[in-house]
């Protein structure tokens, strides 16, 4: 199994960025797919799911209106398009794959990406 994440970098307040996630190695279309982040000096937290049945999505309050996650089941991969960045969303941020009970829950997730870095200046 394997879960690579891409797309992060250095942007300014404002900009916009799309990490994608690739899978391998298990059923990607029978797998929600969540992205956590965590910054330096705080816990892991919940940023966007998107469930296995029907594409429906979920947002932490703070990101949404301004991140859109999405899937390609053809592909196997998962986006996270950033819009509108702040500093505050300066953290690595991971894509995981799993059948959660609770989407925002970390533990309900059985793979892990490696982690991408973003980092945005004001």
């Known amino acids: 199994v394997q879960l690579q994440a891409s797309g992060g970098g250095l942007v300014q307040t404002g900009d916009s960025l799309r990490l994608s996630c690739g899978a391998s190695g298990f059923t990607f279309r029978s797998y929600d797919m969540g992205w956590f982040r965590q910054a330096p000096g705080k816990e892991r937290e919940f940023v966007a799911a998107?469930?296995?049945?029907?594409?429906?999505?979920y947002y932490a309050d703070s990101v949404k209106g301004r991140f859109t996650i999405s899937r390609d089941n053809a592909k196997n991969t998962v986006y996270l398009q950033m819009n509108s960045l702040k500093p505050e969303d300066t953290a690595v941020y991971y894509c995981?794959?799993?059948?959660?009970?609770?989407?925002?829950?970390?533990?309900?997730?059985?793979?892990w990406g490696q982690g991408t870095q973003v980092t945005v200046s004001s």
């Open positions: 998107i469930s296995w049945i029907g594409g429906r999505t």
């Open positions: 995981a794959a799993g059948r959660p009970s609770y989407f925002a829950t970390a533990t309900g997730y059985d793979y």
